[in-house]
């Protein structure tokens, strides 16, 4: 890890969602993925049985998942899903 942060995007499903959220539960996402940014690989893979998808992460807290996508070329994490059951 270089310390260097990275930018967050949404993919435009998950920026639907995120527009469609609570306050309360956007102040969340945006608390994980202030965390994503400064550790992408902080969080669990998606799917630990991929060796070639060690770039998709899941983060969960309480009911909120998301699913993002750790861009190395670019220095960026790609949200591509938010799900929230509350």
């Not at 270089?2 to 639907?16: I, N």
């Not at 070639?52 to 750790?70: F, I, K, N």
């Not at 670019?74 to 059951?85: D, E, S």
């Amino acid at each position: 890890m270089s310390g260097q942060l990275y930018a967050v995007r949404f993919s435009p499903p998950a920026a639907k969602v995120l527009n469609t959220l609570p306050e309360h539960v956007e102040d969340t996402v945006w608390d994980v993925l202030d965390a994503a940014a400064a550790d992408p690989w902080g969080f669990r893979q998606w799917n630990a049985e991929d060796p070639e998808g060690e770039d998709v992460r899941y983060a969960c807290v309480g009911q909120l998942s998301l699913t993002y996508w750790v861009n190395r070329p670019l220095n960026r994490l790609t949200v591509l899903n938010i799900v929230w059951i509350g």
